[in-house]
């Protein structure tokens, strides 16, 4: 046998493999270039460190220490300092911010002064809560619609309005007025830096205008609108949240109070007397409001418990006063159609603190009388839109425009006449709900059409529905105009005599008129008299037949007895 040799095994080489090599192996080294004698002359590097290369380095400048080195494009041009930003003074900031805000409300004017409609009063408007600067803004924007005439002459004259500032005349407008007549010169905002660059050219042409008008001053050109009228400052205190001496003891630290003659919680305070930025005033203790104003929900007299509608309510300044006149309790329905106005109506509610008004937005004239939701209204208060004839100086509606001494103080008849068919529409749905007792309707305006016409028109209807005028404030001396018999039972108020126009007439049903509490009692009898004796009437012939008849004896029998013994 031969034996088999072993073959010699080949020698173990160990390959070292770390990271990801152990798991794939290693690929053949590539193939040399032919060149390799380039490739001697490069160094070795690694990955990680960049190359050094002596010499290069020595001759870049070396950067001194605490300076920028600047590389590229920043190398050849520095950075600039940043702009710094130029500072103001509060009292510059608070122009500012009068200007833009007389400007909104100089706008709001002027448009509803151009449409012939009514709005909100530059006082109501100035007193909304988004306005900051109160007192700055009411005296720019009265002031400059004092000389918008002159304004508006003098920037025609000098012709520096383009395009842009004609889109914001009111704006233009306010500063105009800082320019050519305001103590402080205007310094920063876009129109005033644009006018102010036009300040000769609209000096130049005031002086024109004075030339061509043939006056000396500006005051000769405005007339009768610097003449004002001091009309005393009547506050009516909320019972709701403060009596009335406490009231009085609270102001009388600063000002001189006189308690009103007419209405119980009027206080009287000197002319100019400024209260809008006052504690009291702010949390709803006191409100600021017209003697007129005052004098329409003391006239409805509602009682304690009834339900009373307030049909045209906003700004609810007559709602709040009916709801301390009825200390609270019972239910006020307030009623507005505007939505801008039912929120300002109902900010004045929460500021009062009255709990029992409920607010109804709706027309007044779409209310059904005959709805089991408006069965209970005891007293109705019916204040309609009106012209505002008598309230012009203080809505200050004589500075606008339409008011000007070329159209004499005339009214457009046509809306007159509009406005008294509303009027009459309006009254005459107060006075069919069925169980109204008291209806007043007021208005703050001078003109026949409106008043005495209106309540002489619903006076056969008025009488069909056991209606009668009463006599509000019997002591008031001044009445309403002889055009038809009873027209003695209106009140009027004079814009000269009591710095105010306003107008007031009162129904009462006949059976209520000597005695309000009559009605409450005769139905609550009557009531007990049918629940005990229907029955008793022929028990044996047809009952039900004479059970409405039964009623019908009984109230006539209480009714006399009430009669006889003066209720």
């Known amino acids: 046998m031969v034996a088999r040799r ?27 270039q032919p060149f390799s004698g380039v490739e001697s002359h490069k160094p070795k ?99 400059t619609l004092k000389y918008l005439t002159v304004i508006k002459d003098v920037l025609e004259i000098a012709n520096v309005l383009n395009s842009k500032w004609k889109r914001q005349e009111p704006l233009v407008f306010i500063v105009c007025y800082d320019i050519l007549f305001g103590k402080d010169t205007p310094s920063i905002g876009d129109a005033e830096k644009f006018l102010m660059r036009h300040k000769d050219a609209l000096l130049s042409g005031l002086a024109t205008l004075l030339v061509r008008k043939k006056v000396e001053s500006v005051d000769q050109l405005l007339g009768s609108k610097l003449t004002g009228h001091l009309k ?19 102001l009388e630290k600063h000002y001189t109070v ?58 609810g300044n007559k709602t709040i006063h009916l709801a301390a006149l009825m200390e609270g309790q019972g239910k006020i329905i307030a009623c507005e159609l ?44 019916l204040d309609p839109s009106c012209s505002g004839s008598g309230t012009i100086t203080d809505r200050l509606d004589h500075l606008l425009p339409s008011h000007s001494e070329d159209n ?26 069925p169980k109204v007792e008291r209806v007043v309707y007021s208005t703050c305006s001078i003109h026949q059409i409106e008043n005495e016409d209106v309540v002489s028109s619903v006076l056969p209807l008025a009488s069909s529905l056991g209606f009668k005028l009463a006599t509000p404030f019997p002591q008031w001396q001044r009445r309403g105009l002889p055009v038809f018999a009873g027209s003695e039972h209106l009140l009027r108020m004079d814009p000269v005599e009591d710095k105010e126009g306003f107008f007031i ?33 022929h028990p044996y012939l047809c009952p039900k037949m004479f059970r409405p008849w039964s009623g019908t004896l009984h109230r006539l029998k209480t009714r006399f007895l009430l009669s006889r013994n003066g209720c």
């Not at 072993?6 to 690929?27: E, I, T």
């Not at 448009?111 to 720019?140: M, W």
């Not at 205190?237 to 009335?244: A, E, F, G, I, S």
């Not at 505007?338 to 004045?348: A, Q, S």
Request: glycine content about 4%.
């Open 505 to 537: 007439a009162l129904f009462v049903r006949e059976n209520k008129l000597d005695n309000p509490k009559s009605s409450e009692l005769l139905d609550r009898v009557c009531r007990r008299r049918r629940k005990n004796s229907t029955m008793q009437l």
């Open 338 to 381: 505007n939505e801008e106005r039912v929120k300002r109506l109902e900010h004045t509610i929460k500021l009062s603190g009255a709990s029992n008004i409920e607010v109804c937005h709706g027309d007044f004239l779409g209310l059904n009388p005959k709805d089991p939701s408006f069965a209970k209204i005891r007293a109705i208060l």
């Open 258 to 315: 006189q308690k009103d003659e007419t209405i119980p919680d009027l206080l009287v305070l000197p002319p100019g007397s400024d209260l809008h930025a006052h504690r009291l005033v702010a949390n709803g203790r006191i409100f600021l409001q017209g003697k007129a104003s005052s004098m329409v929900a003391a006239a409805l007299q509602p009682e304690a418990g009834w339900v009373v509608l307030d049909a045209c309510s906003a700004p």
């Open 408 to 433: 004499n103080m005339n009214y457009d008849s046509m809306r007159l006449h509009k406005l008294a068919v509303f009027q009459k529409k309006a009254l005459a749905h107060a006075l069919s709900f």
């Open 6 to 32: 072993n073959k010699p095994k080949p020698p173990l080489v160990k390959h070292r493999f770390s990271g990801a090599d152990s798991r794939k192996p290693k690929p053949p080294p590539a193939t040399k």
């Open 232 to 250: 005393p400052r009547y506050v009516r205190v909320n019972t709701l949240k403060m009596d009335v001496d406490s009231a009085v003891q609270e």
């Open 45 to 143: 590097t690694s990955p990680a460190t960049k190359q050094k290369f002596p010499g290069v380095e020595s001759h870049k400048p070396k950067t001194p220490p605490g300076k920028q080195r600047f590389s590229g494009a920043e190398s050849r041009k520095p950075k600039t300092p940043p702009a710094t930003k130029q500072k103001f003074s509060s009292l510059e900031r608070s122009a500012l911010y009068a200007r833009r805000e007389a400007a909104n409300i100089l706008r709001t004017v002027l448009r509803g002064d151009a449409e012939r409609r009514a709005v909100a009063s530059i006082k109501s408007l100035v007193l909304s809560p988004s306005v900051r600067n109160k007192r700055g803004t009411f005296a720019l924007v009265c002031e």
